[in-house]
């Protein structure tokens, strides 16, 4: 059997045999089929990052048929108001077959499908968020001859009232156990219906953050991915925070993955991890070991245009109050191999060279270990105010943009903006001068972008009306001074945290 679709949790991928990639019209038709499905669902993302849904009832053959070739007409204007006009809004709707999965909470037999937009003329939207990043992984696979993977860091808080039993301690929830974390029976089943959706799930846990606030208990949990690429790990974010909500409103408490709650408790992020690949090998480790030319490249793009990556990754408000010292939160444009200070974090890989399996597992076998392929670098400053897939996008520009520099100035830069401390500690102060800072608010994000717009908008990667439309909706929160204002005034801060709570 393919070991790549052995054990999937997918109904739809355990039933017929093969991988999503390779689902047909007439596939998904065969599932109808069988398994008597009454029902299909368009679904997709729009401009305020939740999912919206569109229902047919499949009434015949003939109908399943059309609807699953020539899609459905949607109003742009409503869905992307910053880039689309009432005037020409009409917009089809083409469902992308590898995305297929059977509704977990629908009580009809229902199965549902991500779908792609395309204007008046039939070709894909410039517009549409998913279209550019496919834009820009394409480009980005032209320039330098390597694919880009990505995996997602999914932070969130749960919310429910509080229990006397068994109190957790505060800000110290990481990898937490029941009974001290109270949700961790609802994060599993969070993961299984994920995994059902199509979602392939590197693990879960509970994270820092837990506290309570009138009377209600907030715990702090995550769920990460597995590396994919780019587009699906995209569209695996997207429908995992569907799935927590929808699972969380079954059960009566509330969700939210806004970047803060509070102020002084740990904000949830997004933090993306990236790989590059060539032809199917991992190569962000280099021969001897440590990370390759080519990372440190990649990572030297992405210290040059992390001001305005700000712009697709922190969306409101709230952002920037997560982006402060001492919460695990980066402040500064800066990398480092396992430090949790910086922008870019190289994570502790696999490449001592050492069978550590035998070593915990006495009588084990030596086993032959791949010690390259696990090897990523990850984004820490986004947040689930980001349209994800304009994130990824972002992502991948700045990384070509590295990787497209004269070879000695992107190591140069590289060597630069490395640190190997906590940049935060007072006794740092002197290395923490000499870097750049990220944005502090909504309105410098939007200048930052507006600064380099080219580096997006190049190879058409980015079209000039989104870019138009992120920095004009970033302009409209006139948060220059919010900072000073919400310590001047502690009902900002709360007014702020219920204005954003449900972002995303």
Same mark, same amino acid.
């Given at each position: 059997m393919n070991p790549k679709i052995a054990l999937n949790p997918n109904l739809v991928v355990?039933?017929?045999?093969?991988?999503?990639?390779?689902?047909?019209?007439?596939?998904i038709i065969r599932y109808v089929t069988e398994n008597g499905i009454k029902m299909f669902n368009f679904m997709y993302p729009a401009e305020d990052g939740r999912i919206k849904t569109l229902n047919f *009832?499949?009434?015949?053959?003939?109908?399943?048929?059309?609807?699953?070739?020539?899609?459905?007409?949607?109003?742009?204007?409503?869905?992307?108001?910053?880039?689309?006009?009432? !005037?020409?809004?009409?917009?089809?709707? /083409?469902?992308?077959?590898?995305?297929?999965?059977?509704?977990? +909470?629908?009580?009809?037999p229902t199965l549902s499908m991500l779908c792609s937009f395309f204007d008046k003329d039939g070709e894909p939207f410039g517009c549409s968020p998913y279209q550019t990043l496919?834009? &820009?992984?394409?480009?980005?696979?032209?320039?330098?001859? *390597?694919?880009? %993977?990505? *995996? !997602?860091?999914?932070?969130?808080?749960?919310? *429910?009232?509080?229990?006397?039993? +068994?109190? =957790?301690?505060?800000?110290? !929830?990481?990898?937490?156990?029941?009974?001290?974390?109270?949700?961790?029976? +609802?994060?599993?089943?969070?993961?299984?219906?994920?995994?059902?959706?199509?979602?392939?799930?590197?693990?879960?846990?509970? %994270?820092?953050?837990?506290?309570?606030?009138?009377?209600?208990?907030?715990?702090?949990? %995550?769920?990460? +991915?597995?590396?994919?690429?780019?587009?699906?790990? &995209?569209?695996?974010?997207? /429908?995992?925070?569907w799935v927590i909500r929808n699972l969380a409103y079954r059960y009566g408490y509330d969700v939210s993955f806004a970047p803060k709650i509070t102020v002084g408790k740990a904000g949830s992020g997004m933090h993306i991890h990236?790989? /590059?690949?060539?032809?199917?090998?991992?190569?962000?480790?280099?021969?001897?070991?440590?990370?390759?030319?080519?990372?440190?490249?990649a990572i030297a793009g992405m210290m040059k245009m992390a001001p305005s990556i700000t712009a697709f990754g922190n969306k409101n408000p709230t952002s920037y109050f997560r982006l402060v010292p001492h919460q695990e939160a980066p402040t500064n444009v800066c990398w480092g191999d396992c430090?949790?200070?910086?922008?870019?974090?190289?994570?502790?890989?696999?490449?001592?060279?050492?069978?550590?399996? &035998?070593?915990?597992?006495?009588?084990?076998? =030596?086993?032959?270990?791949?010690?390259?392929?696990?090897q990523t670098f990850e984004m820490r400053s986004p947040d689930c105010s980001a349209d994800i897939y304009q994130l990824m996008a972002s992502l991948c520009v700045a990384a070509r943009y590295g990787l497209e520099m004269p070879k000695e100035e992107a190591l140069r830069i590289a060597q630069e903006t490395y640190v190997d401390l906590d940049i935060h500690k007072p006794e740092n102060a002197g290395r923490l001068a000499t870097l750049d800072s990220l944005p502090v608010c909504c309105s410098e994000s939007a200048d930052c972008l507006a600064a380099v717009r080219e580096v997006y908008e190049s190879e058409d990667v980015f079209q000039p009306k989104m870019i138009d439309g992120i920095i004009k909706a970033l302009k409209t929160f006139h948060d220059k001074d919010l900072h000073e204002r919400a310590k001047a005034d502690k009902n900002l801060m709360r007014s702020l945290v219920e204005r954003y709570f449900y972002c995303g």
């Open positions: 355990a039933a017929l045999g093969k991988e999503p990639k390779d689902f047909t019209r007439e596939d *009832m499949i009434n015949n053959l003939n109908y399943l048929e059309n609807i699953l070739s020539e899609g459905e007409r949607v109003d742009g204007s409503s869905v992307f108001p910053s880039f689309v006009e009432p !005037g020409n809004s009409d917009l089809y709707l /083409l469902p992308r077959y590898r995305t297929a999965f059977v509704d977990p +909470f629908a009580q009809i496919l834009r &820009a992984e394409e480009v980005f696979n032209r320039s330098t001859g *390597m694919t880009f %993977e990505a *995996m !997602g860091e999914l932070e969130y808080y749960v919310i *429910m009232d509080d229990e006397p039993c +068994f109190p =957790a301690t505060d800000q110290r !929830g990481y990898h937490e156990s029941e009974p001290f974390a109270k949700l961790n029976t +609802f994060r599993t089943e969070c993961m299984e219906y994920i995994a059902q959706t199509g979602g392939q799930i590197k693990y879960g846990h509970s %994270e820092v953050g837990n506290f309570t606030l009138d009377g209600k208990i907030y715990e702090q949990n %995550e769920v990460e +991915f597995l590396p994919n690429p780019v587009e699906t790990a &995209a569209d695996q974010l997207v /429908l995992a925070k990236m790989r /590059l690949m060539r032809d199917g090998q991992n190569v962000t480790l280099g021969p001897d070991g440590r990370l390759s030319d080519e990372a440190r490249r430090n949790r200070s910086v922008l870019v974090r190289v994570p502790l890989g696999w490449s001592t060279g050492k069978d550590m399996c &035998a070593s915990a597992n006495p009588g084990q076998h =030596a086993l032959k270990l791949d010690t390259k392929s696990r």
